[in-house]
């Protein structure tokens, strides 16, 4: 097993560097072409290694996937002439750190949500509110948010298995393009996100096993994950279409919660006096009644 976890690192490795110099042209670094025909897309190894202050050779060989033991020094040269950003920089130090032998393990990603945080979820009633790992999968939510989530809470995928998967239910319902109005800017945010999850925890094998269903069963999926692109997932604004109240653009903030390792708590805050405010009244008042909100299949 840690032989092949070690392979896996290694090769996301080679991936994402040559990925990142592929996309990063001369001009872009700052380089003065002189003519000639070039044969490979972006930077050349020997122009990276020359930007990042190294050897080509030594440059070839963190870019071969051996990147444990780089000091702090080199990967800030690395991410300073890739030109990456915040994400990017991070995944590099969390790829080095995997590498590593002696690198230490992230603490195991929590799969119960505590009691106060279950209150926490239940006192905010007046918004949408759920708790997620780095997974996708939906431990918790408060009837605002199940009811907002319908969609994906009322998807066959979840009839037999759990717990809810947002990441699953986008890229294996095709329900998920009604429920998601910007699919593709959500489905590229999902997978950028799952592949940073991969350099901060290569062990879990719940991840790996989610990212192997995906790829295996979703060309939309699988043609993202190669691009190797990485993300944060913090704050933003999620379009999307509820069957019972249509068209909502809502703000959300994604807080990791620190003393539960893995979890996430989102929640969506509309603009006062907004439709999307009204429109969240409404769906309240629905799910008060206890009556099943209605989906795309009904």
């Known amino acids: 097993m840690a032989d092949n976890i070690k392979k896996d690192v290694a090769a996301e490795v080679r991936e994402f560097l040559s990925t990142r110099r592929a996309r990063l042209s001369p001009q872009q670094a700052g380089l003065q072409v002189y003519g000639g025909?070039?044969?490979?897309?972006?930077?050349?190894?020997?122009?990276?290694a020359m930007l990042a202050g190294v050897s080509v050779d030594y440059y070839v060989r963190l870019e071969r996937g051996n990147l444990g033991g780089a000091s702090d020094s080199v990967l800030e040269a690395l991410a300073h002439a890739l030109q990456l950003d915040e994400a990017e920089r991070t995944h590099l130090y969390d790829l080095a750190r995997a590498a590593s032998p002696s690198g230490r393990r992230p603490a195991a990603t929590s799969s119960r949500v505590r009691p106060t945080i279950m209150r926490l979820l239940d006192s905010m009633t007046d918004v949408p509110a759920y708790v997620r790992n780095a997974r996708f999968d939906i431990l918790a939510a408060n009837t605002l948010g199940r009811a907002l989530y319908a969609p994906v809470y009322d998807s066959p995928l979840f009839a037999q298995r759990g717990p809810v998967n947002s990441a699953r239910f986008m890229f294996l319902d095709p329900v998920s393009k009604d429920f998601w109005t910007d699919w593709d800017k959500g489905a590229n945010d999902a997978v950028a996100f799952l592949r940073t999850?991969?350099?901060?925890?290569?062990?879990?094998k719940a991840l790996t096993d989610l990212i192997g269903e995906l790829t295996t069963r979703s060309d939309d999926f699988a043609r993202r994950w190669a691009r190797h692109d990485v993300k944060f997932?913090?704050?933003?604004?999620?379009?999307?279409?509820?069957?019972?109240?249509?068209?909502?653009?809502?703000?959300?903030?994604?807080?990791?919660?620190p003393s539960d390792p893995g979890l996430r708590l989102n929640f969506y805050t509309p603009?006062?006096?907004?439709?999307?405010?009204?429109?969240?009244?409404?769906?309240?008042?629905?799910?008060?009644?206890?009556?099943?909100?209605?989906t795309a299949n009904d």
């Open 233 to 257: 997932h913090r704050s933003g604004v999620k379009n999307l279409h509820h069957p019972l109240v249509g068209d909502l653009a809502l703000p959300y903030e994604a807080m990791e919660l």
């Open 37 to 48: 025909q070039r044969r490979v897309a972006g930077l050349r190894r020997e122009e990276v």
């Open 271 to 294: 603009e006062p006096d907004s439709r999307e405010r009204e429109a969240l009244g409404l769906l309240a008042s629905w799910a008060d009644t206890g009556t099943a909100v209605p």
């Open 197 to 204: 999850e991969t350099g901060r925890s290569p062990h879990d």
